[in-house]
C-alpha cells in the first residue's frame, strides 16, 4: 500500500476501516418502533425521589451530542439475553429506553445513592437478586486509568429470593463484570423476568465503578448508614 | 450531502468518504479553536469521527442540518476531553490521530492553530458565561452556525438559543470586537483561507 502524504487522508483509510467493518443496519436496526412504556402504577415504589425517566417526553437524540461516544450498547444474544455494557453515565435515558426496546424493562438512575448499592439484597423492594461491582474505591479507579490488559473482576452475587406476599419471586445470578477499559458489562434474559418485574440500575456514589443491578417490582431503597 | 443520506456513513464507506472530505477541515478549525497542540488536535479530529459514525444511524433530519448535527457531536467530544486525562483518552482510542501525523502535517496543523489564536482567546474569556449561554456563544461566534443551526447542536429551541446568546454578547460587552455600531454580533475570530 502507497503512503498517503497527508494526515488527513490517512485518517480517512483508518476511518474508513472502521465503518466497512461496521454491520449494515438489519431488522434489529436503532429506529425504535412502539414504545412498551409500562409504569405499573401504585406499585413502583421509589426511596428518595421521582424515578426520573419513566414517564419522559421524548428527548433530543445525537444532535444533543449525548449519544456520540457510545455511553452504553445493548445487544441481544442469540440465547435470548440481552448484554448491556455501559462505558460512561451519560444518557440515563437513552439507556432506558434501548432496554426496553429489547424486551428488558428498566428504570435507569444513575445519581449517587439512586438506591441499591452493594450489598443491598437484603432491602426490600421484592424478590430479586442484586448484582454489584466492588466499591472498592482507589483499586477500581487506578484499574480503570491504567487500562491493564488483565480480565477485569468478575462478581456475582445472589442475594437471597425475599419472600413477600403477592410479589414475584425469582432467583437468578447475575454477573457484573468490569472490563479492563472501564466498562461495565452484564447479561440477563427477559424471559426470566416475571410480570411487572423490571430491572434497576443504579449506583450508590454517582460513580460507575459503584453500579448496581437488581430486578424485581420495586425499587431497591438504598444502602442503610453503616 | 443531503440530510437523508446522513445515517449512512455509519456503514457505508462511500458515503463516508463524501460526508468526510466535505467536513474535515471544518472538524479540523473547530478543534483548534479551542486546543492548541497540534498532536491533541489530530487525536481529537479523529475521534470527533468515530463519534459521528457511531451516532449516524440516530440522526434525524428533522433535528438539524448535517452541520448542525456534527458540530454538537465535536462540542461533545472535545468537551469530554477536558475532563479525562490525556493517558487514558488514548489508551481507549479506537483510531489515535497523532500516530498519522508527519512533519508537514504538524505544520499545517500549527498554521491552523495560528489562525485561532484570538478565537483561543476568546474561547477561554467564556468562563464568565454561564454554560448554556457559553455553548450557544461559541458555536455562533467562533463556529460560525446560525442561531437556529447553534440550537439544533444543542438540541434547545431557537428562542431560548437567541435569549442566551443576547444575554451572552451582553456579558461579554468588553471582549468583543465589533466592525462597526450597526453590526449585531462579532465576526468569527480567524483568518479564512
Known amino acids: 500500500m502507497t503512503s498517503t502524504h497527508r ?220 | 450531502m443531503s440530510p437523508d443520506e446522513l445515517p449512512r456513513i455509519g456503514h457505508d464507506p462511500a458515503a463516508f468518504a463524501a460526508f468526510y472530505g466535505e467536513h474535515v477541515e471544518a472538524v479540523q478549525r473547530f478543534v483548534v479553536r479551542r486546543v492548541a497542540d497540534p498532536h491533541l488536535a489530530a487525536d481529537l479530529t479523529a475521534e470527533i469521527f468515530l463519534a459521528v459514525v457511531d451516532a449516524a444511524p440516530s440522526y434525524r433530519p428533522g433535528r438539524g442540518t448535517p452541520t448542525a448535527w456534527l458540530f454538537g457531536i465535536a462540542r461533545h467530544v472535545v468537551a469530554a476531553e477536558h475532563r479525562r486525562a490525556g493517558r487514558e483518552r488514548r489508551a481507549h482510542a479506537r483510531v489515535e490521530g497523532r500516530r498519522l501525523l508527519e512533519p508537514d502535517d504538524v505544520a499545517r496543523m500549527q498554521e491552523r492553530i495560528d489562525a485561532a489564536a484570538r478565537a483561543r482567546e476568546l474561547h477561554a474569556a467564556l468562563d464568565a458565561l454561564g454554560e448554556g449561554e457559553r455553548a450557544v456563544f461559541e458555536l455562533v461566534a467562533l463556529d460560525d452556525l446560525s442561531p437556529a443551526e447553534a440550537a439544533a447542536a444543542l438540541g434547545i429551541r431557537p428562542v431560548t438559543a437567541r435569549v442566551r446568546l443576547h444575554r451572552a454578547r451582553t456579558s461579554l460587552r468588553a471582549h468583543l470586537t465589533f466592525d462597526d455600531d450597526s453590526t449585531p454580533m462579532p465576526r468569527p475570530m480567524e483568518a479564512r483561507s
Do not use: N, W
Open chain 1, 7 to 226: 494526515f488527513e487522508e490517512r485518517l480517512l483509510e483508518e476511518l474508513s476501516a472502521v465503518v466497512a467493518a461496521r454491520p449494515a443496519p438489519g431488522p434489529a436496526a436503532s429506529v425504535p418502533t412502539a414504545r412498551r412504556r409500562v409504569v405499573p402504577r401504585g406499585r413502583l415504589a421509589v426511596a428518595g425521589g421521582a424515578v426520573t425517566a419513566a414517564v419522559a417526553a421524548v428527548a433530543v437524540f445525537a444532535s444533543s451530542g449525548d449519544h456520540t461516544t457510545a455511553a452504553y450498547a445493548v445487544t441481544p444474544q442469540p440465547s435470548g439475553a440481552v448484554t448491556v455494557t455501559i462505558r460512561s453515565l451519560a444518557d440515563a435515558d437513552g439507556l432506558q429506553r434501548a432496554l426496553d426496546d429489547a424486551g428488558l424493562p428498566a428504570v435507569v438512575d444513575y445519581r449517587a445513592d439512586g438506591g441499591g448499592g452493594v450489598g443491598c439484597a437484603a432491602a426490600p423492594g421484592g424478590g430479586a437478586v442484586t448484582g454489584g461491582t466492588t466499591a472498592g474505591g482507589p483499586t477500581t479507579t487506578r484499574h480503570e486509568e491504567s487500562g491493564h490488559a488483565e480480565a477485569g473482576p468478575t462478581l456475582t452475587q445472589s442475594g437471597p429470593a425475599l419472600p413477600r406476599p403477592g410479589a414475584g419471586r425469582v432467583r437468578m445470578s447475575t454477573s457484573v463484570r468490569m472490563r479492563p477499559d472501564g466498562s461495565v458489562t452484564f447479561s440477563i434474559d427477559p424471559g426470566k423476568l416475571a410480570a411487572g418485574q423490571k430491572v434497576f440500575i443504579t449506583t450508590s456514589t454517582g460513580a460507575l465503578t459503584s453500579i448496581a443491578i437488581a430486578v424485581g417490582e420495586t425499587r431497591p431503597a438504598p444502602c442503610p448508614a453503616p
